[in-house]
């Protein structure tokens, strides 16, 4: 894992297609980050995701070969969201 320390308005790249932009801190323990990626790109929370591998029918070949997780959830493209779904606001 890799662990990167940012501040508010502090930006990382991955993969030159998907932009991580913190957005400031909520509370104790909390932060609230900003995710801009392709609308081909799913972007679920944890649990969401683990949910989703769970339903009857999922479609396994979509997980990644690394076994990597999705990234936090948000969507910061300007494309409308899928139902169930709401963009980052003050975009």
């Not at 991955?14 to 991580?20: E, F, L, P, T």
């Not at 104790?28 to 969401?48: F, H, L, N, T």
Request: proline content about 9%; overall charge positive; glycine content about 12%.
């Amino acid at each position: 894992m890799l662990v990167l320390t940012r501040r508010p308005n502090e930006t990382i790249r991955i993969n030159g297609r998907v932009r991580v932009t913190v957005l400031g801190f909520k509370g104790r323990g909390k932060v609230r980050i900003g995710i801009e990626a392709s609308p081909d790109i799913e972007i679920d929370r944890e649990e969401v995701w683990e949910r989703k591998q769970e339903q009857p029918g999922h479609n396994a070949a979509r997980v990644p070969a690394s076994g990597a997780h999705d990234p936090p959830a948000g969507r910061g493209h300007k494309k409308r969201a899928p139902a169930g779904r709401r963009p980052l606001r003050g975009r």
